[in-house]
């Protein structure tokens, strides 16, 4: 147990604690203390930077089931690095920023924190986690929490609908990912990343290999909230704003990313992988940047914004995969700066995106609404929530000299690059990259700018709003404006973080390269490129779309705010349930008769096709006893009286008939030679008819059988088909056994029936003194039912259900 | 005489299927009975039937009748002779409480 694990269990720990000082600290708020956690946790991780700066790693392991190769083993390096100081960082100003947020008399405090220490720890787990199972049940645990966080209000419709869908999306993904891992597992045999990673030499070229990524991939597509799985995160928009700043815009929506992140060594430098990504990821980058712009709610645009900045950050790390491809040389340093701009974008979209996460939430708190249809002229009201919006959104539009301008343009210069190449087949459609690129980023600054404008400028509408509006207090503004301080820096001196945070996670990702080899600098001035160009031409063309805003907003398309995937999700759903139901009214009918037809069914189904494989079709006959002339009357008369039965309407004549077969079993056991069963079956025939006589004489008559003629010729076909079947599969167990020519067991008895069972009667010394048990347990069945039989005629439940 | 006997136990086990589809609770109940017979007919042919004398010692020096399938099915009679006196029983508490033996008539409720 390290000083790691420690700091893992730390916020698990918290939450435990939480419930527990909650009752007695309500003069506090709650969150004070939960504060005191990603701070030294912060602090603690910050520790290893120096270790990482210089390229190097900390390994520490703890022993769970090293039977089956899972341990618990934390692993940091560059990547960890940066995703840990991301989660500790923003979870400190969100815990923080909660404090204000959550009022401490109305919201049931220990529930928030205890679900959201659950989430920050299992995230940590999730990125410093080295053995995959381990990795996994963070992964679950972070799902976990954010269902139980976006059921947070859980009154409420929508929270709950939203926590489903999303617990639904993201555990299908999980579970897909568990399958990948395993499979990673059966090619490599270790749950480590690392040992994997040195094996990767050998797995291209499995057959496992595509299956395990494919797998892979799903899990970090529903996590990262890619197309089409992005449906569940503008439904998460139901939990409470700081829950949504946290967890769905700056940590858990970039587990997937991370994910991608960390098995790049083993599956880059495939071509599946280098288009799923940028496949994926331009698609969602275009389809977030679209909708965002019909959404009417501020956490609506955002949360599409979100996805869409996701997109690109995937789309970038797909891209730069090909460096793997390129093996070394200047043409993989080349492609390494896709990787770069994703580690960068990563950060800056994490200030950002929390930040403005944030001021809306400072907006919806003071205003009492978030929709941009009633906002507007809160400028001059609400200064320093405006100026904090302004910086977050023109980031977020790419506009200089805030850090979004920065990875923005080394966004385009990636995708310029990848059209230079000719690998994966990319030659001929590559120009599409930046095109598209280009085109969604014209979106980007139209959502962003539409969302600055409506909500901060035209006429102050006082009668708009259920509340007097004024700025927010103090403690809501401190954790945004420490993030758009960061958003502001890290454009002007963005090479603060180049060599510290940046090159080790890229280092982590491409681990082929060293950090000297890969250069990382970033510069905010550029000189005049094509990448400049196009970002001018995304002010102008965003321009104009805005100014025309008036016509285009008429526009039907433009009017749906619903995304349309929600329906094939809310079909889909509702469509199994109903399919389930359906299946199960069609065979579950109740009827006991319909049971025995599908026992039937199945047992001669199984029966016949076993017999068929098998070609067990055997009739030597040649040991067959000779037949006196007397059997074959009997047995007429047996048949005859037995082909009645099905005929007989009269309750009376049923039970004598069955009376008769049954002394006729009696004549058959006395011919065949049993003297014994031919007396007991003579006696309990005439009980059991007795019996019969006495329980069903007083009764009315039966009803006929009234059946439709299908049912009735469907039950002869069944009841003739197993006939059937036992008289063949008889016969030919019979000559089976004859040609086999095993000798008897009886053989044993038969001689020894008078020397150690001192009795002449074979019969009875076999049931009473060689196997002797079989008895006493049958005379304990008689007594049992008789038990039973007593207690169904003398005590009866008066009332109640039980009848 | 097996390949008769076979065809016997052919006979009882479809009547008794049959028996076993229907609606009445007593014809069910017959089928039950029916299809034990089958069962117990079927113990006895296989082992064999050739003529020989009866299990008992003093009846022949030799070529006795196999004991052992007779020592099964008359534990197997005593037990089916106890399920079906339970049967009837239940048979006819059903009948008493719900006044139908119609086992369309006695199905649960479609919810379960």
């Known amino acids: 147990m390290s000083s790691l694990h420690i700091a893992i269990l730390i916020p698990f720990m918290m939450a435990i604690l939480i419930p527990i000082i909650y009752p007695y600290t309500k003069k506090i708020h709650t969150g004070w203390f939960v504060l005191l956690v990603p701070t030294a946790l912060f602090l603690y991780i910050l520790t290893f930077l120096p270790t990482t700066m210089e390229g190097g790693y900390e390994y520490v392991s703890l022993s769970w089931v090293p039977s089956l190769g899972i341990n618990v083993d934390l692993y940091v390096d560059g990547l960890s690095l940066l995703f840990a100081l991301l989660i500790t960082g923003i979870g400190g100003l969100v815990v923080l920023y909660s404090i204000y947020y959550l009022d401490k008399v109305s919201e049931r405090l220990h529930h928030f924190y205890v679900y959201l220490l659950m989430f920050m720890g299992a995230m940590v787990g999730v990125v410093l986690s080295d053995n995959l199972i381990v990795l996994y049940i963070f992964w679950e645990l972070t799902s976990l929490a954010s269902a139980l966080l976006i059921s947070y209000w859980f009154h409420r419709k929508a929270s709950v609908y939203g926590a489903q869908k999303s617990m639904l999306i993201t555990v299908f993904g999980g579970f897909a990912m568990l399958a990948g891992f395993c499979i990673l597992y059966g090619m490599t045999g270790t749950f480590s990343v690392r040992d994997i990673i040195a094996q990767t030499e050998g797995l291209a070229g499995s057959t496992l290999f595509l299956a395990a990524m494919i797998l892979v991939l799903l899990g970090a597509f529903t996590k990262s909230a890619q197309f089409p799985f992005h449906i569940w995160l503008p439904d998460a928009m139901e939990a409470p704003t700081p829950v949504s700043a946290y967890l769905h815009s700056a940590t858990m929506v970039k587990a997937g990313i991370y994910l991608v992140a960390r098995l790049t060594p083993v599956f880059g430098g495939d071509a599946v992988w280098f288009w799923a990504l940028v496949i994926a990821g331009l698609v969602t980058l275009t389809y977030g940047s679209i909708t965002a712009v019909r959404q009417k709610d501020l956490k609506g645009i955002l949360a599409y914004s979100t996805i869409s900045q996701l997109g690109l950050i995937m789309s970038l790390l797909g891209v730069g995969s090909a460096a793997l491809y390129m093996e070394s040389g200047e043409g993989a340093v080349f492609y390494s700066l896709a990787i770069t701009t994703a580690v960068f974008h990563l950060l800056n979209h994490a200030t950002f995106k929390g ?7 400072i907006i919806d708190h003071e205003t009492g609404t978030r929709d941009i249809r009633k906002l507007g002229g809160l400028m001059t009201i609400m200064p320093i929530t405006f100026a904090i919006s302004a910086i977050g959104l023109a980031s977020m539009a790419g506009l200089p000299p805030f850090n979004g301008f920065l990875s923005k343009e080394m966004f385009f210069t990636s995708l310029l690059r990848a059209t230079e190449g000719d690998f994966f087949s990319l030659g001929t459609i590559g120009f599409l990259l930046p095109v598209i690129a280009w085109i969604a980023s014209v979106f980007t600054f139209l959502y962003c700018a539409v969302t600055f404008f409506k909500t901060f400028f035209g006429k102050f509408e006082q009668s708009h709003y259920e509340k007097t509006v004024h700025e927010a207090p103090f403690g809501m503004l401190i954790s945004p404006v420490i993030l758009v301080a960061l958003v502001v820096t890290l454009g002007i001196f963005p090479n603060i973080v180049a060599q510290s945070l940046v090159a080790p996670a890229v280092t982590s990702i491409l681990p082929r390269f060293s950090v000297d080899e890969l250069d990382i600098k970033f510069s905010l001035w550029h000189g005049i490129n094509t990448e400049l160009l196009m970002t001018l031409a995304i002010i102008f063309c965003g321009s104009v779309l805005l100014i025309t805003m008036k016509k285009w907003s008429q526009f039907n398309i433009y009017k749906r705010e619903r995304d349309p995937l929600h329906w094939f999700y809310d079909q889909g759903l509702d469509g199994l349930i109903h399919f389930s139901q359906t299946v199960t009214r069609a065979q579950m009918t109740g009827l006991l008769r319909d049971y025995f037809v599908y026992m039937c069914a199945f047992i001669l189904l199984l029966l016949g096709w076993t017999f068929w494989y098998a070609d067990a079709w ?145 019969v009875n010394v076999i049931l009473v003194d060689f196997r002797g048990l079989d008895t006493m347990l049958e005379v304990l069945v008689l007594g049992i039912v008789s038990l039973a039989v007593i207690m169904l005629i003398k005590h009866r439940f008066k009332g109640g259900e039980d009848v | 005489m097996e390949i008769l006997m076979f065809i016997v136990i052919g006979v009882l086990f479809t009547i008794g299927i049959y028996l076993l589809l229907a609606r009445s609770l007593l014809r069910v109940i017959v089928s039950l009975m029916i299809l034990s017979h089958g069962a117990h007919l079927l113990l006895l042919t296989m082992a064999g039937l050739n003529a020989e004398a009866p299990p008992l010692e003093h009846m022949a020096d030799g070529g006795y009748t196999d004991p052992l399938p007779q020592a099964l099915i008359l534990t197997a009679i005593v037990i089916s002779f106890g399920i079906t006196a339970f049967l009837v029983v239940l048979g006819y508490r059903t009948y008493k409480v719900h006044n139908t033996d119609d086992l369309e008539k006695l199905r649960g409720s479609a919810d379960e």
């Open chain 1, 355 to 361: 930040s403005l996460f944030m001021a809306v939430g």
């Open chain 1, 618 to 762: 055997s009739f030597n006959i040649s040991t067959v006893a000779t037949t006196p002339f007397f059997v074959y009357i009997v047995t007429a008369v047996f048949i005859v009286t037995t082909l009645c039965l099905p005929f007989i309407q009269k309750r009376m004549t049923l039970i004598i008939f069955a009376g008769i077969i049954g002394y006729i079993m009696a004549l058959y056991f006395a011919m065949f030679r049993a003297p014994d069963l031919a007396l007991t079956q003579l006696l309990i025939e005439t009980v059991t008819v007795v019996l019969l006589m006495l329980a069903f004489r007083h009764l009315p008559e039966m009803a006929p059988e009234k059946a439709a003629p299908s049912k009735k010729l469907g039950n002869i076909v069944i009841s003739a088909a197993v006939g059937v079947t036992i008289t063949v599969v008889g016969i030919s167990a019979y000559s089976l056994g004859t040609d086999a020519n095993f000798s008897s067991i009886s053989d044993y008895y038969i001689e020894n029936v008078y020397k150690l069972g001192g009795g002449t009667n074979m």
